[in-house]
């Protein structure tokens, strides 16, 4: 999702720019599977033991983005 943000560029002149913001976005199991490196089968472990909070979008689980550096796999 792109957000707006106004900044003054001279005094009286204001200009829009989209930013992307990745803070807030939920990636389904298979989507953090595939950016971490990670397997599902490791992901559903590791949410069963508490280490990759889940939240729940529906019938979905989701996993917020904040959480993608901390399991990527170098």
């Known amino acids: 999702m792109a957000e707006e943000k106004i ?4 005094p009286g002149d204001t ?4 930013v992307k913001n990745e803070d807030n976005r939920n990636y389904s199991i298979s989507e953090f599977a595939k950016l971490s490196g990670l397997s599902r089968s ?6 069963d033991n508490g280490e990759i909070p889940k939240i729940m979008v529906g019938k ?3 996993i917020e983005h904040k959480y993608l550096n901390q399991f990527k796999k170098q």
């Open 60 to 62: 979905s689980p989701k």
């Open 15 to 18: 200009i829009i720019i989209n």
């Open 42 to 47: 490791t992901i559903y472990l590791k949410i």
């Open 7 to 10: 900044i003054d560029v001279n």
